[in-house]
C-alpha cells in the first residue's frame, strides 16, 4: 500500500508537470502535442515497474494493421487510458465531451484530436462522433474506442454499447480487438496497485463488411474470451493479484 500511495502521488505530480510545463505544444503542431502524450503514458507506465513492480507485457502487436484502423478495447482500468496511447499510431481516442472542460488535459485532448461524445445526445451523437471518426481516419490515424463506454470489473459481465457497432459501419475499416487484464493490477475506485504483469493482446483484425449482427458478436467473443484467458492466467501465477468475484465467479476459478 505504501509503494500504491507513493506511486499515485509521483502519478499526478508528473501528469501536472507533463501538462503544465508542456502547455505551450497547445500552440505547436499537433504532432509535438501526440509525442507528449506518448511520452506521458511510457513515462507512467516505466514508473509503475519501478515503484510498484508492475510490468507491461505486449502481445500480438503484429496484428495491428498498419495505417487507419479501429481499435476496440477492454476497459478494465484508468491504466488503459494513458498507457495505450504509446502501443497505437497517431491514435483518435473516443471520450466523452465533459472531460474536455477539465483545465489543461481537456485543452491537450482537443488539440491532439480526440473524438468527444455527448452521451445524452442520442443518434446525434454517434453520427457526430463517426464524422469526426471519418475525418481522422481519413488522415491515418488509428480510432480508439471502448466498447463498453466505461471502466468494467475484471470478470463482470460484457455491456457493449453501440458505439463501436456504428464506427465499424461507417468507417468500413478492420477492427482490431484488445484484450487486456488491467484492472486486476490497477483496481477501478481503489488506491491499491498490485505488482505483477499488466498483459495488452491485439487480436486477429476483424475485416470491414461484416453484418452488424456478426461483426457484434465476433467482437465480443474475441475481447471476453482472450481477457478472460488473461485473468486466469494471471490467478495461476506465482504472485497473483487479488481476483475480484465476478471474475472467480465468470471464469469458474
Known amino acids: 500500500m505504501i509503494r500504491a500511495i507513493l506511486y499515485s502521488f509521483t502519478f499526478y505530480l508528473v501528469s501536472a508537470l507533463f501538462l503544465v510545463l508542456g502547455s505551450w505544444l497547445l500552440l505547436a503542431p499537433r504532432a509535438w502535442a501526440m509525442a507528449l502524450l506518448s511520452a506521458h503514458g511510457s513515462t507512467c507506465v516505466w514508473l509503475l515497474e519501478k515503484i510498484v513492480g508492475t510490468r507491461l507485457e505486449v502481445r500480438g502487436h503484429e496484428n495491428l494493421p498498419r495505417g487507419a484502423v479501429l481499435v476496440a478495447s477492454k476497459h478494465q482500468s484508468a491504466w488503459d487510458t494513458f498507457a495505450l496511447a504509446p502501443l497505437l499510431h497517431d491514435p483518435a481516442i473516443v471520450m466523452k465531451r465533459e472531460l474536455m472542460w477539465i483545465p489543461f488535459y481537456g485543452w491537450f485532448s482537443a488539440k491532439c484530436g480526440m473524438i468527444f461524445v455527448r452521451r445524452k445526445a442520442g443518434p446525434s451523437a454517434l453520427r457526430r462522433m463517426a464524422k469526426d471518426a471519418l475525418e481522422r481516419a481519413g488522415a491515418g ?5 471502448f466498447p463498453e463506454g466505461t471502466r468494467r470489473e475484471p470478470g463482470a459481465e460484457p455491456a457493449y454499447r453501440p458505439g463501436a457497432l456504428y464506427l465499424y459501419e461507417r468507417l468500413g475499416l478492420p477492427c482490431c480487438p484488445v484484450a487486456l487484464n488491467s484492472g486486476l493490477y490497477w483496481p477501478r475506485r481503489s488506491l491499491a496497485r498490485h505488482p505483477g504483469t499488466i498483459i495488452v493482446e491485439f487480436l486477429q483484425p476483424i475485416p470491414p463488411g461484416l453484418s452488424r449482427k456478426a461483426f457484434a458478436e465476433r467482437l465480443e467473443r474475441a475481447i471476453e474470451t482472450a481477457s478472460g ?17 465476478s471474475a472467480r465467479r465468470h471464469l469458474g476459478i
Open 229 to 245: 484467458a488473461l485473468i486466469a492466467e494471471a490467478a495461476k501465477s506465482a504472485n497473483p493479484p487479488p481476483i475480484p468475484k
Open 141 to 145: 490515424r488509428q480510432i480508439l474506442i
